[in-house]
């Protein structure tokens, strides 16, 4: 990945996070790493914790954001989502995993929080 496709991803997770706040959410964690992968943004809503992966396109010409988590990245975020509670020691809350979309069209961001996505 290049270096300004780095940039964007890290503004576009900046952009997602200060969404989820004005949306009152807490925001436990960002960029958590394992060996499985990463997770972008963990947040509590209410009870649960949530797994948010933060997916950007600079426009929709080639369809939209959340169309390019597949089965592998789900299937890694739900590792690095179970380490997490291992370490947190909260694997008996109850969590979910969400999608936030952002795209960045004329200068500005739009962003689509795609609840419980799978």
Known sequence: MGQLSEDLGREAEEKAGRYLESCGYTILERRFRCRFGDIDLIFRDGDQVVFAEVKYRKDRR?????????????????????????????????????????????????????????
């Open 62 to 118: 080639f369809g939209d954001p959340a169309e390019y988590i597949g089965a592998k990245k789900i299937g890694n975020l739900r590792l690095c989502a179970r380490a997490w509670q291992c370490v947190k020691g909260t694997e008996d809350m109850p969590c979910r995993f969400d999608v936030l979309a952002l795209v960045k069209e004329e200068g500005r961001w739009l962003c689509r929080h795609i609840r419980d996505a799978f």
